[in-house]
């Protein structure tokens, strides 16, 4: 046998790694010891186990949840930033027509644009980039383009596009943080919770303890 193997099984255990396998087992073994009042833990119950059980496979599913509308949030953002970057090129050709081209650089930084890799440009920063198409509303106004095509009204779209678009990202980012903070610590308290029966079962059970396990709910030998 190979040292990655024997390294490999070296890390598998009686409790479970995977969150499938950690939901199902943690809700078993909760319900089996409610069933044996006799074999007690000083510092948590099996009330607590079914309480830690339910908030992980929650904090699970919502994250889960999370991460596909993030998937959706990040498209639409991609695509307004896409469609930014493509019509700046027109407001660049606007400054130029009213400024004449060689002194249209002067004028970009009221619009927003900046030098960026060598080239003027809206900011990449989605920050930087919410103000940037702040001031290219207000100048499209101020110096008088609000009629063109790509004028007033089409930039306080997109500019209302970005905002929502970015706001929903941050929430959604922020929401899945908190999730994953919530689900590694449940994680952590199960396991602990799991492996202090495991102890207990062996203790109170020398002879049959592996098949007490199984009635325990512990599926597996090894996860």
Known sequence: MSEEVKSKKSRQGATPRKEADIITVAANIAASWKNRPGLILAWTTPDSLTDAAGIFKTSVTVRNETKGDRAVITRTLQSINTEVDQSV????????????AKEAPVYYGQFGIAKERGRFKMPDDNDKRQLALEQMVKAIDRHGMGDRKYGNPYWTNIYEQFVQAKSRASDSDSSSAEHVSIKTEQKALIRKTLNALIHLIKANY????KEEMRIWGFQKEKY
């Open 89 to 100: 090129r027109y407001v660049k050709g606007y400054i130029a027509d009213m400024f004449q």
């Open 206 to 209: 020398p002879d049959t303890w």
